[in-house]
């Protein structure tokens, strides 16, 4: 039986389908696990590296050092394929609205904030300069929102000219369901809702009024291989279920 979390895997692993020779920047064990069963799959150009500054000329299971190296990929190398759009990263999120402006900085009033979390890192210049998608391990109103407290990742319509070329809101992947940008005045849109969930779970689960897609379906089934390379060969202990909730 395919459990939600590998759902949630599969989900993921398809944000990077079509992508080529691209960095797969993945943030969360979810969307590693994704990242890297692409590349053993449908994307076998993608790179992926081994969460500091390698990049692994195989494909290791989570929490493993690779076997080969292809390339090192220090910081200021790693910025440099961020501002050339060469580079396709998943990030979590504390707070989304509907055009996808992202908050990982501070909950409430930002002269005196109720909660401080991470801070901007590099949530600015990651959706400024290369496509970005969202990883959200817990769909609730706490995290699809009206309006963000601060605006740390670039929503839709606030870039133009050069400064926005790279510009590029992908998809949204929860542990319910998957979203894209393909609302009217390009709103956040509900595509695909993971078997056992439906459509009022989710909406219900927004903070804002959430747009259906015509095509509704349900997150596509992994096939046997698929399976096998998650629970034998990418996380033979289980850590994505860890993160995602049955």
Not at 72 to 89: I, S
Not at 169 to 195: E, K, M, T
Not at 217 to 235: C, G, K, M, W
Request: aromatic content about 4%; glycine content about 10%.
């Amino acid at each position: 039986m395919t459990t939600r979390a590998e759902y949630c895997v599969i989900a993921c692993a398809e944000a990077w389908r079509g992508d080529g020779e691209v960095l797969a920047a993945a943030m969360g064990t979810v969307p590693t696990i994704g990242a890297r069963l692409a590349k053993l799959t449908f994307e076998p150009e993608l790179l992926v590296t081994d969460g500091e500054a390698m990049i692994a000329a195989d494909v290791p299971a989570l929490g493993a050092a690779p076997a080969a190296v292809e390339g090192w990929l220090p910081f200021r190398r790693h910025l440099e394929l961020v501002a050339r759009g060469h580079r396709h990263v998943m990030m979590g999120a504390s707070q989304l609205d509907r055009h996808g402006n992202q908050n990982i900085s501070a909950i409430g009033d930002w002269a005196r904030p109720t909660r401080q979390l991470l801070g901007m890192r590099g949530a600015p210049g990651n959706t400024a300069n290369n496509p970005t998608s969202y990883w959200v391990p817990r769909h609730s109103t706490r995290v699809f929102v009206e309006r963000v407290d601060v605006v740390c990742g670039v929503g839709q319509h606030r870039l133009s000219g050069p400064a926005g070329r790279f510009h590029e809101l992908r998809r949204i992947v929860s542990d319910r369901a998957v979203l894209d940008f393909g609302g009217p005045d390009h709103a956040v849109r509900l595509v695909s809702v993971h078997p056992g969930v439906t459509v009022d779970q989710v909406t219900a689960a927004t903070g804002f009024p959430l747009v259906v897609a015509a095509g509704l379906a349900e997150t596509r089934e992994p096939s046997a291989e698929e399976l096998r390379l998650i629970r034998e060969v990418l996380d033979p202990r289980g850590a994505r279920d860890r993160e995602v909730r049955g």
